[in-house]
C-alpha cells in the first residue's frame, strides 16, 4: 500500500522559513513526478511546485524566488524549502506523487502570522 508521509509543517512568523518533506513508501513502481500543492481556506487546492525523476521543476508564480522544490530519489523522499513566508502562504500543504497511480500525502498545516 502506498502511503506519503508529511512532515515540517507549523506556524511561523511573516518572513520566516519552513522546510516540508514527504517520504512515499510502499511503491513497487519508479516514483515519477512529485510535488506540493495547497489549499487554503475558502479555496480551490492549487499548484505550488513539481519536480520530475530528472529534476525538472515548475513553480507556481506566486512563490518564485520564495519556494525551491527538491527531491532525494534514493529516499523517495521529496522537499520543500520555504522562505520568506507571508500569510498568504497560509494554508494546509498537501505532497502528491505519481507512481503508475496518483497518491496524495494527508496534508500538514502552514500558518503565517503577521
Known amino acids: 500500500q502506498v502511503q506519503l508521509v508529511e512532515s515540517g509543517g507549523g506556524l511561523v512568523q511573516a518572513g520566516g522559513s519552513l522546510r516540508l518533506s514527504c517520504t512515499i513508501t510502499?511503491?513497487?513502481?519508479?516514483?515519477?513526478?512529485m510535488g506540493w500543492y495547497r489549499q487554503a481556506p475558502g479555496k480551490q487546492r492549487e499548484l505550488v511546485a513539481t519536480i520530475s525523476r530528472s529534476g525538472m521543476t515548475i513553480s507556481a508564480d506566486s512563490v518564485k524566488g520564495r519556494f525551491t522544490i527538491s527531491r532525494d530519489n534514493t529516499k523517495n523522499t521529496v522537499y520543500l524549502q520555504m522562505n520568506a513566508l507571508n500569510p498568504g502562504d497560509t494554508a494546509v500543504y498537501y505532497c502528491?506523487?505519481?507512481?503508475?497511480?496518483?497518491?496524495w500525502g494527508q496534508g500538514t498545516q502552514v500558518t503565517v502570522s503577521s
Open positions: 510502499g511503491s513497487k513502481f519508479s516514483i515519477g513526478v
Open positions: 502528491k506523487a505519481v507512481a503508475i497511480g496518483e497518491y
